[in-house]
């Protein structure tokens, strides 16, 4: 057994092997994967693209900010630098509509006190108009005239007025000096500056200098006032005694000067009452300045702590008329500008949002790179799991063969076992162990088939064949249980199906067989049924007819096979006869054919809770079953993949304890008239034809059972009448003897059942009892009526029944009863008989023992030494009709040898085709090369392929192979069955 | 006592072919050799086993001589001697044969020269037990043929 280890770890070296193949592949899809996207958008470092998107973002709220700000700023602005123009005007207008009435006065004076004579102004009449007027001057807080006195007219003055010139600082006496300004007319508000010399005060004399040579209103600095302590200016008017002309000199001016009008511009409370009166006080601050020496600006109002906002000054013009002096107002805003909302909302809310949608592409982008990479991972995943499922099929494929070996082991010992002397218990132990060694072969070739077909290496074949004796050939398997249980067991096939369709006649078979197998398995009473009719007829017969009765009920007995209910109703009689009824169906014209096969039983059915699991593999109906019955295994799973390969469906309608019906469809190929007639190809229904043109009357009280009947000899060429009494039947055929030979039956075919209840015992040669099963009474009672050898044991078969009618009516010679031996035998006989085989092997013993195996089924065999001879001996033309070529030879091996034959043949067959012989005669040479191999794994299969081989044995020879593979190239001779 | 005898031989026969299948010495293989052994050739399995014989002691021959030539290893020449052993040994179902030609095949593909010639050995060893087997069930068998043909002339029989 050590040995046997060392053989498998050379056996693991090798599957190692593949799967380093595997692998590789592998990795290239993978890669090939991957460089797919890389593209649109980073997949690393997305932070940083974030951070850069925040960053200039960023830049852009504040730039954003500032567009919109710098509007707010200019209205702010704006509003500021109207509201100080407007205050400045407001003052300047105030001002000098006081300035004009000070004017005015200041020509009162010189008219009614100079050009009057006398005067008609005294300090009464002054200081009362001044009163009446001084709304007039709201800014002035009082008006006085001080007369301009020489020092030579001082005296006469004082003593004119009856006082003394006093000085203003002190109201002193006025020290001597050159002339005088003593005030002479006064308001009555500035009534104390009476007599005062307005030329003492230092701005005043200043004043009045500058006055009376210009002519003008002049105004002082701006300086404490004297009655208050509000900040003010004084404004004095000249007055003169004549009319000047406009370009009059100074000299002239000065010369003409009488006097001096003055008021005190109270700058302070005017500012303030006028700023009162004006809207938006609160916001702003005023001040003015004097700025006649621009650089030391004096104040003239406001508090000089009083700052406001630094930032936004406005400065405007004052003219106050007098052209020595200039005033400006400046205007600030008493609290800073408010922040603008509308910019810090709209950018740090734009701001915000792209803040937003960058974290959506950041996010977006992780999760697309992690979708993506989940994703490589799952198709890594799905890869290695697809990997790990063919892995597993090929596991599976090699596992089964390498337990199959073993398998054999067993069943040869036990054949041996059940050879030797053995007790009846022992026998028994013995065939059930072997019985069951043949059920696990069974599964582990079906455990093979599932594997194949997972892997997706199953391949149909598309090869002409004949329906009918394959479905015969599946009966027959069966016909052995099916006697031993006592079921009807029968086939069908519909006219219309075409007698030759292409397609795999191997896996058609193994589905029916599978079907029909389940239902042998879990019938005991009743029938089983295979009916085939073309898809689109029966379909078109069930839409018809689906309005008609319910249940093919009559009588106490259904309408069926065995008169047993079935479990699909829509298959009862009504609707069968319709189905065989002879009436033309429209042929669909096209290449395929649709075939509809129903195997129906009365079986136990299968339980309404197992119904859905029916296909999957090693299904059991529920523990109860599966003990007495054993499970369905995987064939139903098997069945359902191929039918799916062979283009159809499979479904299945069940009653419990009734029966079930699984019906499939599959598409096959029409097969056309002249590649049946290819010589090179078997002739497919060898049915003798001897009984064309008879007739036979059938008696039997089932229609559906008299319909098969009719069916099979039909194939004979048998024309059938059905009737259902044995009485009618009788009168016709030996009742009148002598009528025309016309309408006489020359065969009479009964019924089992309809036989014995009639009891009408009657003698004639041309009878032929139809049974299932007979008892031995029965049997005995039939052996008297002289049924003894014209008894036909169901399952009917076309080939049956013409071996049993060539024996009832003479017109066959007697059926060479041949050895014992198993079915495939048989059929291998069948196959190979009378054909040459050239066997190449350099193996001497192999040799012989290929060519033991084939002669043995009847092949003519020759024998090549090395591919060199091979070549030698297949020359064109040669007699060959087929090759067995061993691959591992020395110096020329298979595959060579195989190239060189299909080289040589295909040169051959372009001679032929340049030489026009197009008549039908020529034939495509093509030997069939099968391949021996003692390894059988599916890479040299394809390489058998590859170099124009058919197909391959494994080798030992086994006969199941040799069958397999043979069964495709040549025609299939059933023998009579023993 | 003739026929108690063939039916003795016969039983000594299948209890020898069990001890070989049960030592794993022959396989199914060779019940197939048997299973085509008909009246057309009545010596069929005789015949296969005694060309493997000449075959195979040729073979052994040859890998001996290659295996002590010390200069050359010729690795292709050991193959196909292996192979050619193995392939006969299948064909007849001697499966142990074919095992140990497996082994063997690995040492050559390893250059492994000892274990190569450990394996001839086990081998050589292996291929006495057969032939000794075989030719001591081929004995039982020709007399129970002869027994048979005394009894019923013209019928083989068949196992």
Same mark, same amino acid.
């Given at each position: 057994m050590g040995l046997k280890i060392h053989g498998h770890s050379h056996h693991g070296h090798h599957h190692h092997h593949h799967h380093h193949l595997v692998a590789v592949s592998l990795n290239e899809q993978q890669l090939g994967t991957k460089r797919k996207y890389r593209t649109y958008f980073p997949r690393t470092n997305q932070g940083k693209y974030l951070a850069l998107w925040i960053i200039t973002f960023g830049f852009a709220a504040i730039y954003v900010y500032r567009c919109i700000d710098e509007g707010h700023q200019e209205r702010i602005e704006e509003g500021l630098v109207s509201m100080c123009d407007q205050r400045a005007r407001m003052l300047q207008d105030q001002f000098s509509v006081s300035v004009n009435h000070v004017h005015a006065l200041a020509v009162l004076v010189s008219t009614f006190y100079y050009y009057k004579n006398p005067s008609v102004i005294d300090q009464e009449t002054f200081a009362e108009y001044t009163a009446r007027t001084a709304f007039e001057r709201p800014l002035l807080s009082g008006v006085a005239y001080a007369q301009r006195v020489m020092n030579s007219e001082r005296e006469e003055f004082e003593s004119q007025h009856g006082g003394t010139i006093r000085t203003?600082?002190?109201?002193?006496?006025?020290?001597? $000096?050159?002339?005088y300004a003593p005030v002479i007319f006064a308001q009555e508000t500035v009534s104390y500056l009476n007599l005062l010399d307005m030329m003492s005060g230092e701005e005043d004399r200043e004043n009045i200098l500058r006055a009376r040579s210009t002519g003008k209103a002049v105004l002082t600095s701006p300086f404490k006032l004297l009655g208050s302590h509000h900040l003010g200016v004084v404004l004095t008017i000249p007055v003169y005694k004549s009319k000047l002309p406009p370009n009059a000199s100074v000299r002239d001016r000065i010369e003409a000067t009488a006097g001096y009008l003055g008021g005190a511009f109270d700058v302070e409370s005017l500012v303030e009452n006028l700023l009162g009166q004006l809207a938006g006080n609160q916001e702003i601050v005023v001040k003015v300045y004097d700025v006649t020496n621009t650089s030391d600006p004096l104040i003239m109002?406001?508090?000089?702590?009083?700052?406001?906002? $630094?930032s936004r000054t406005r400065v405007s013009k004052l003219d106050f008329g007098d052209p020595f002096r200039k005033h400006q107002m400046t205007c600030r805003y008493l609290h800073k500008a408010p922040i603008s909302w509308t910019a810090t909302t709209t950018a740090s809310l734009g701001y915000v949002i792209v803040l937003l949608v960058g974290y959506m592409f950041y996010t977006g982008a992780i999760h697309i790179v992690q979708v993506e990479d989940d994703f490589d991972t799952m198709q890594q995943l799905k890869v290695r799991a697809e990997a790990a499922d063919v892995a597993k099929s090929q596991f599976l494929a090699t596992v089964s063969h390498e337990i199959r070996t073993p398998m054999n082991g067993i069943l040869g010992m036990l054949a041996l076992l059940l050879d030797t002397d053995l007790s009846s218990t022992q026998r028994d132990y013995a065939q059930t162990a072997q019985a069951c060694g043949r059920a696990l072969i069974t599964l582990i070739n079906e455990v093979l088939d599932r594997a194949k077909i997972e892997a997706g290496k199953l391949e149909l074949e598309a090869v002409p064949f004949d329906l009918r004796s394959i479905l015969d050939d599946v009966l027959s398997l069966f016909s052995e249980k099916s006697r031993n249980k006592g079921i009807e067991l029968a086939v069908l096939v519909s006219d219309?199906?075409?007698?030759i369709v292409m397609g795999d006649p191997g896996r058609f078979r193994q589905v029916i067989t599978n079907l029909v197998g389940n239902s042998v398995k879990f019938t005991e009473q009743g029938h089983i049924f295979v009916q085939v009719h073309l898809a689109e007829h029966s379909k078109a017969v069930l839409e018809s007819k689906s309005d008609t009765c319910m249940n093919g009920r009559s009588d106490g007995q259904f309408k069926t096979l065995s008169g047993r209910e079935a479990?699909?109703?829509?298959?009862?009689w009504d609707k069968f006869k319709h189905l065989i009824a002879d009436q033309e169906f429209p042929f669909t014209t096209s290449q395929n054919v649709t075939l509809m096969v129903s195997v129906e039983d009365t079986g136990i059915g299968i339980p309404l809770h197992a119904q859905e699991l029916v296909f999957m593999p090693f299904m059991q109906a529920d523990s109860s079953t599966s003990r007495h019955y054993g499970g369905t295994g995987i064939g139903l799973s098997i069945s359902k993949c191929l039918v799916e390969l062979m283009g159809g469906q499979i479904n299945f309608i069940s009653r419990p304890q009734i029966g079930s019906t699984f019906s499939f469809t599959c598409v096959l190929k029409r097969c056309e008239k002249n590649t049946i007639t290819d010589p090179k190809r078997p002739n497919y229904d060898d049915l003798p034809t001897s009984f064309k043109g008879l007739k036979a009357t059938v008696v039997d009280n089932k229609p559906v059972r008299a319909a098969v009947t009719r069916y099979h000899l039909k194939r004979l060429g048998v024309h059938v009448e059905v009737i259902s009494n044995i009485g009618i039947a009788v009168s016709d055929s030996g009742g009148i003897p002598d009528s025309d030979s016309g309408s006489r039956p020359d065969m009479i075919l009964v019924e089992k059942d309809v036989w014995l209840s009639n009891g009408n015992v009657l003698k004639s040669p041309k009878m032929i009892l139809l049974a299932t099963n007979i008892t031995g009474m029965e049997f005995d009672k039939a052996k008297n009526a002289g049924f003894s050898d014209t008894l036909i044991m169901k399952p009917l078969r076309a080939s049956m029944v013409a071996a049993c009618l060539q024996q009832v009516l003479g017109t066959g010679k007697k059926v060479e009863q041949g050895k014992v031996m198993a079915n495939g035998s048989v059929y291998l006989r069948g196959l190979l008989c009378g054909k040459k085989i050239l066997v190449v092997d350099d193996n001497r013993v192999n040799r012989r023992v290929a060519a033991g195996a084939l002669k043995k089924f009847g092949a003519d065999v020759e024998c090549a030494d090395s591919g060199k001879s091979a070549l030698d001996l297949l020359k064109l033309p040669h007699g060959f009709d087929a090759c067995f070529m061993d691959?591992?030879?020395?110096?020329?091996d298979g595959f060579e040898a195989t190239r060189r034959i299909r080289l040589m043949e295909s040169q051959a067959n372009d001679q032929q085709t340049n030489a026009g012989s197009?008549?039908?005669?020529t034939t495509k040479y093509h030997l069939p090369i099968l391949a021996m191999t003692a390894d059988v794994i599916h890479a040299t299969f394809e390489e058998c392929q590859k170099s124009g081989m058919d197909g391959y044995v494994s080798k030992p020879f086994q006969e199941e192979n040799l069958y397999q593979a043979v069964a495709k190239f040549f025609e299939s001779k059933p023998t009579t069955e023993s | 006592m003739l026929g108690f005898g063939a039916v003795r031989l016969r039983t000594d026969m299948n209890r020898l072919l069990s001890l070989l299948f049960h030592q794993g010495v022959l396989d199914e293989q060779f019940l197939q050799l048997q299973h085509l052994q008909d009246q057309t050739s009545p010596n069929f399995v005789s015949d296969v086993v005694t060309i493997y014989f000449q075959e195979s002691e040729k073979q052994l021959r040859n890998l001996r001589n290659l295996l002590l030539d010390r200069e050359i290893w010729d690795y292709v020449k050991l193959g196909i001697h292996l192979n050619q052993l193995m392939g006969s040994s299948s064909s007849i179902g001697a499966k142990r044969m074919r095992n140990i030609c497996a082994v063997f095949r690995a040492a050559v593909e390893q250059s492994n020269r000892p274990a190569c010639i450990r394996a001839l050995e086990v081998l050589e060893h292996e291929y006495c037990y057969l032939k000794n087997k075989l030719h001591e069930l081929f004995q039982m068998e020709q007399q129970s043929v002869l027994g048979d043909a005394v009894r019923y002339p013209g019928v083989v029989h068949q196992l």
């Amino acid at each position: 057994m050590g040995l046997k280890i060392h053989g498998h770890s050379h056996h693991g070296h090798h599957h190692h092997h593949h799967h380093h193949l595997v692998a590789v592949s592998l990795n290239e899809q993978q890669l090939g994967t991957k460089r797919k996207y890389r593209t649109y958008f980073p997949r690393t470092n997305q932070g940083k693209y974030l951070a850069l998107w925040i960053i200039t973002f960023g830049f852009a709220a504040i730039y954003v900010y500032r567009c919109i700000d710098e509007g707010h700023q200019e209205r702010i602005e704006e509003g500021l630098v109207s509201m100080c123009d407007q205050r400045a005007r407001m003052l300047q207008d105030q001002f000098s509509v006081s300035v004009n009435h000070v004017h005015a006065l200041a020509v009162l004076v010189s008219t009614f006190y100079y050009y009057k004579n006398p005067s008609v102004i005294d300090q009464e009449t002054f200081a009362e108009y001044t009163a009446r007027t001084a709304f007039e001057r709201p800014l002035l807080s009082g008006v006085a005239y001080a007369q301009r006195v020489m020092n030579s007219e001082r005296e006469e003055f004082e003593s004119q007025h009856g006082g003394t010139i006093r000085t203003m600082a002190n109201k002193e006496p006025s020290p001597h $000096r050159d002339e005088y300004a003593p005030v002479i007319f006064a308001q009555e508000t500035v009534s104390y500056l009476n007599l005062l010399d307005m030329m003492s005060g230092e701005e005043d004399r200043e004043n009045i200098l500058r006055a009376r040579s210009t002519g003008k209103a002049v105004l002082t600095s701006p300086f404490k006032l004297l009655g208050s302590h509000h900040l003010g200016v004084v404004l004095t008017i000249p007055v003169y005694k004549s009319k000047l002309p406009p370009n009059a000199s100074v000299r002239d001016r000065i010369e003409a000067t009488a006097g001096y009008l003055g008021g005190a511009f109270d700058v302070e409370s005017l500012v303030e009452n006028l700023l009162g009166q004006l809207a938006g006080n609160q916001e702003i601050v005023v001040k003015v300045y004097d700025v006649t020496n621009t650089s030391d600006p004096l104040i003239m109002y406001g508090r000089q702590t009083q700052d406001g906002d $630094r930032s936004r000054t406005r400065v405007s013009k004052l003219d106050f008329g007098d052209p020595f002096r200039k005033h400006q107002m400046t205007c600030r805003y008493l609290h800073k500008a408010p922040i603008s909302w509308t910019a810090t909302t709209t950018a740090s809310l734009g701001y915000v949002i792209v803040l937003l949608v960058g974290y959506m592409f950041y996010t977006g982008a992780i999760h697309i790179v992690q979708v993506e990479d989940d994703f490589d991972t799952m198709q890594q995943l799905k890869v290695r799991a697809e990997a790990a499922d063919v892995a597993k099929s090929q596991f599976l494929a090699t596992v089964s063969h390498e337990i199959r070996t073993p398998m054999n082991g067993i069943l040869g010992m036990l054949a041996l076992l059940l050879d030797t002397d053995l007790s009846s218990t022992q026998r028994d132990y013995a065939q059930t162990a072997q019985a069951c060694g043949r059920a696990l072969i069974t599964l582990i070739n079906e455990v093979l088939d599932r594997a194949k077909i997972e892997a997706g290496k199953l391949e149909l074949e598309a090869v002409p064949f004949d329906l009918r004796s394959i479905l015969d050939d599946v009966l027959s398997l069966f016909s052995e249980k099916s006697r031993n249980k006592g079921i009807e067991l029968a086939v069908l096939v519909s006219d219309k199906v075409p007698q030759i369709v292409m397609g795999d006649p191997g896996r058609f078979r193994q589905v029916i067989t599978n079907l029909v197998g389940n239902s042998v398995k879990f019938t005991e009473q009743g029938h089983i049924f295979v009916q085939v009719h073309l898809a689109e007829h029966s379909k078109a017969v069930l839409e018809s007819k689906s309005d008609t009765c319910m249940n093919g009920r009559s009588d106490g007995q259904f309408k069926t096979l065995s008169g047993r209910e079935a479990a699909d109703d829509r298959n009862t009689w009504d609707k069968f006869k319709h189905l065989i009824a002879d009436q033309e169906f429209p042929f669909t014209t096209s290449q395929n054919v649709t075939l509809m096969v129903s195997v129906e039983d009365t079986g136990i059915g299968i339980p309404l809770h197992a119904q859905e699991l029916v296909f999957m593999p090693f299904m059991q109906a529920d523990s109860s079953t599966s003990r007495h019955y054993g499970g369905t295994g995987i064939g139903l799973s098997i069945s359902k993949c191929l039918v799916e390969l062979m283009g159809g469906q499979i479904n299945f309608i069940s009653r419990p304890q009734i029966g079930s019906t699984f019906s499939f469809t599959c598409v096959l190929k029409r097969c056309e008239k002249n590649t049946i007639t290819d010589p090179k190809r078997p002739n497919y229904d060898d049915l003798p034809t001897s009984f064309k043109g008879l007739k036979a009357t059938v008696v039997d009280n089932k229609p559906v059972r008299a319909a098969v009947t009719r069916y099979h000899l039909k194939r004979l060429g048998v024309h059938v009448e059905v009737i259902s009494n044995i009485g009618i039947a009788v009168s016709d055929s030996g009742g009148i003897p002598d009528s025309d030979s016309g309408s006489r039956p020359d065969m009479i075919l009964v019924e089992k059942d309809v036989w014995l209840s009639n009891g009408n015992v009657l003698k004639s040669p041309k009878m032929i009892l139809l049974a299932t099963n007979i008892t031995g009474m029965e049997f005995d009672k039939a052996k008297n009526a002289g049924f003894s050898d014209t008894l036909i044991m169901k399952p009917l078969r076309a080939s049956m029944v013409a071996a049993c009618l060539q024996q009832v009516l003479g017109t066959g010679k007697k059926v060479e009863q041949g050895k014992v031996m198993a079915n495939g035998s048989v059929y291998l006989r069948g196959l190979l008989c009378g054909k040459k085989i050239l066997v190449v092997d350099d193996n001497r013993v192999n040799r012989r023992v290929a060519a033991g195996a084939l002669k043995k089924f009847g092949a003519d065999v020759e024998c090549a030494d090395s591919g060199k001879s091979a070549l030698d001996l297949l020359k064109l033309p040669h007699g060959f009709d087929a090759c067995f070529m061993d691959i591992q030879m020395p110096e020329m091996d298979g595959f060579e040898a195989t190239r060189r034959i299909r080289l040589m043949e295909s040169q051959a067959n372009d001679q032929q085709t340049n030489a026009g012989s197009m008549d039908g005669s020529t034939t495509k040479y093509h030997l069939p090369i099968l391949a021996m191999t003692a390894d059988v794994i599916h890479a040299t299969f394809e390489e058998c392929q590859k170099s124009g081989m058919d197909g391959y044995v494994s080798k030992p020879f086994q006969e199941e192979n040799l069958y397999q593979a043979v069964a495709k190239f040549f025609e299939s001779k059933p023998t009579t069955e023993s | 006592m003739l026929g108690f005898g063939a039916v003795r031989l016969r039983t000594d026969m299948n209890r020898l072919l069990s001890l070989l299948f049960h030592q794993g010495v022959l396989d199914e293989q060779f019940l197939q050799l048997q299973h085509l052994q008909d009246q057309t050739s009545p010596n069929f399995v005789s015949d296969v086993v005694t060309i493997y014989f000449q075959e195979s002691e040729k073979q052994l021959r040859n890998l001996r001589n290659l295996l002590l030539d010390r200069e050359i290893w010729d690795y292709v020449k050991l193959g196909i001697h292996l192979n050619q052993l193995m392939g006969s040994s299948s064909s007849i179902g001697a499966k142990r044969m074919r095992n140990i030609c497996a082994v063997f095949r690995a040492a050559v593909e390893q250059s492994n020269r000892p274990a190569c010639i450990r394996a001839l050995e086990v081998l050589e060893h292996e291929y006495c037990y057969l032939k000794n087997k075989l030719h001591e069930l081929f004995q039982m068998e020709q007399q129970s043929v002869l027994g048979d043909a005394v009894r019923y002339p013209g019928v083989v029989h068949q196992l």
